[in-house]
């Protein structure tokens, strides 16, 4: 990883990890504040418009990225249509929303309706925040679309402290708050891309339009399966208990899943690239590389989670959440699975295969809601940790199987650490470590001459 590539995974990686630490905080406020019942509450009111999304994005951000990579269409075409399908896109999803809301007592048990109602706004404004983000990768402007992701991290931080100072986090008010600032942010994304791409006017490309929905439908069922295996859990967990239980299950799965923000600033970066690399034999050695450097990583901090894992929950969330310890140290061995396969997804999309990317989903989806709706009744949200654990690491085996078919790489390439790999990761860390060093000397520098 050495170059620009080098420097986009180590800029999305900071990023990552401030958006980590400020979503842990977050985390931690809404947790302790509303008890394990309201808190399981929040998060199924939350999945409902990421569900939307899932559901009716069709992944034309994804399909932005391929076909900007590939060069085959201009890139104000490509922008304009995607930006004037999210419109229509948007329709559909308040539609779909309105559908599901009438059956509301069925999909959401225990969930209160004007819950739902506020939340359904929120879906479009995710659909824009990715589809104009996938475009700032697209175009290679990789510190912007970091920039944008870490503000709406932010401000909605800032956010929580307030009302939490106010003495007024109540359910509605986050989703409210949550939407304006999706608005807030969403209206500078438009302004930065108009000007990257040195047009006020949408152009609208009726055959790239096709295009990207002949792509985008191959990466949409992918995208679903993933959404469904990783996020389904919750309602199946509130369907067959209650809310209290998906409270506790929302922590377990708050920090194990951030096993996953490294992958997935490796992965954001690798796409992209990926589309645009036209030399098979560097791709080839591409993947493999990153693949090594990211289970390295990620194995490390498994094994401090694990260690230290239990501590930090009650330590943060407090004793009120101490039963979502045991599921959290199960997660973990499916998260780093799971890191692994993000790598070999984004490979794949690059080379224009996302039917492979749905298959491995459907592989992680198969086996989890069959071993869920199996163990949860006789073991809770632990049976959910194991069904979860067990079907991601299916997934990667499966995921690793079909990589190795269609890039010709023999499995050693891919599992065997090289010594390249630790010099990689030693500079990559001594970086980081130069660069927060910098970054607080000149602070403090800048502190005492004031």
């Known amino acids: 990883m050495a170059g620009k590539l080098s420097y986009n995974i180590f800029s999305t990686f900071i990023t990552q990890i401030l958006i980590f630490f400020l979503g842990i905080l977050v985390s931690v406020i809404l947790a302790r504040q509303l008890g394990p019942g309201i808190k399981g509450v929040y998060s199924i ?18 399909a932005a990225i391929y076909y900007i990579g590939k060069a085959k269409y201009s890139r104000k075409e490509i922008y304009g249509s995607t930006i004037i399908l999210g419109f229509f896109i948007s329709i559909i999803c308040f539609i779909g929303g309105g559908l599901m809301l009438l059956c509301h007592n069925l999909f959401f048990p225990g969930i209160e309706l004007k819950y739902l109602i506020i939340g359904i706004f929120a879906a479009p404004c995710q659909i824009f925040f ?62 930065a891309l108009n000007k990257e791409m040195g047009t006020t006017r949408l152009e609208f ?68 690239r990926t589309a645009a690399e036209a030399d098979k034999e560097n791709l080839k050695e591409l993947t493999p590389r990153v693949f090594r450097s990211v289970m390295v990583i990620n194995s490390l901090m498994v094994v401090l989670l694990f260690l230290f894992g239990g501590w930090i929950i009650n330590f943060l969330y407090s004793y009120q959440y101490e039963e979502a310890v045991a599921p959290f140290k199960i997660l973990l061995a499916g998260a780093l699975s799971l890191s692994g396969i993000k790598i070999i997804e984004s490979d794949l999309k690059g080379r224009g295969r996302p039917g492979l990317v749905a298959k491995i989903s459907a592989v992680a989806l198969a086996v989890n809601v069959a071993l869920i709706l199996a163990l949860i009744p006789a073991y809770g949200i632990k049976g959910a940790a194991w069904a979860s654990t067990i079907a991601y690491i299916s997934s990667f085996i499966f995921a690793l199987t079909v990589y190795l078919r269609i890039s010709g790489n023999p499995l050693n390439n891919m599992i065997v650490i090289k010594i390249t790999d630790m010099i990689v990761i030693w500079r990559f860390f001594k970086e980081i470590c130069h660069k927060i060093s910098n970054s607080l000397y000149g602070f403090f520098n800048r502190d005492y001459h004031t």
């Open 130 to 191: 990715g589809y104009l983000g996938y475009t700032m990768l697209a175009i290679q402007r990789i510190w912007k679309y970091n920039f944008f992701s870490f503000l709406q991290t932010l401000l909605f931080f800032i956010f929580i402290v307030v009302i939490y100072l106010l003495n007024s986090i109540k359910i509605e008010y986050l989703i409210i708050g949550e939407i304006a600032i999706y608005l807030f942010v969403l209206f500078f994304m438009f302004i």
């Open 45 to 62: 009111v939350t999945l409902f418009p990421s569900l939307l999304v899932y559901f009716t994005s069709f992944s034309l951000g994804q």
């Open 205 to 272: 490309n009726f055959d790239y339009a096709k295009k990207a929905f002949a792509f985008g439908s191959r990466v949409y069922l992918g995208n679903i399966l993933s959404f469904a295996s990783c996020r389904f859990n919750i309602l199946i967990i509130n369907f067959l208990t209650n809310p209290f239980q998906v409270g506790l299950w929302s922590v377990a799965i708050a920090i194990s899943e951030k096993l996953w923000f490294f992958s997935d600033a490796v992965g954001t970066v690798l796409f992209p």
